[in-house]
């Protein structure tokens, strides 16, 4: 799966995720990556689903609770999961109090430092919430990056006439 470069967006990556960080600062600090770090790459994630995914708004910093998805693509709700591990062993997770409210979760995979990204693939709401209890003593839903649907065969809706 290609890379694809964040460069261009990433003084608006950067720009949400400081704004974001003020609003809700419910992210526990980690110390291997840190709160703010784990915002950078979440909103890059987004960022990069909005734009290979064609959708017409790009994130913006939240004035209001989560809406549990991102960004809408011909009416299909559409919640990027984003890591920064950078191996092969990585996983859509979303935790299992977490509402879900989206159609279609992605998977994107951000080298921060390289300031690049790509989206690993894609699961249904329903392919989520039929996911085995993983990490974080049993408190994610958790599908493997391998197991998840290909980007390649996605159509969504916006496209059926292009």
């Not at 080298?111 to 049993?138: H, I, P, S, Y």
Request: with cysteine; charged share 30%.
């Amino acid at each position: 799966m290609k890379y694809f470069d964040l460069e261009p967006l990433w003084s608006d990556v950067l720009r949400v995720a400081h704004a974001r960080r003020k609003w809700e600062d419910h992210i526990p600090p980690d110390s291997s990556i840190g709160a703010d770090a784990v915002d950078i790459v979440g909103t890059a994630g987004e960022f990069l689903g909005a734009l290979l995914m064609g959708a017409a708004e790009v994130p913006q910093p939240i004035t209001g609770p989560d809406r549990g998805w991102d960004f809408e693509v011909g009416g299909i709700r559409v919640d990027v999961k984003s890591t920064f591990h950078l191996g092969d062993d990585v996983h859509l997770l979303l935790p299992i109090d977490e509402e879900l409210r989206a159609d279609l979760y992605v998977l994107a995979q951000i080298d921060r430092r390289r300031r690049r990204g790509r989206l690993l693939g894609w699961a249904t709401r329903a392919e989520v919430k039929a996911a085995k209890r993983k990490t974080f003593l049993n408190r994610c839903r958790a599908i493997p990056a391998s197991r998840l649907r290909s980007l390649d065969g996605l159509r969504l809706p916006s496209e059926a006439g292009a």
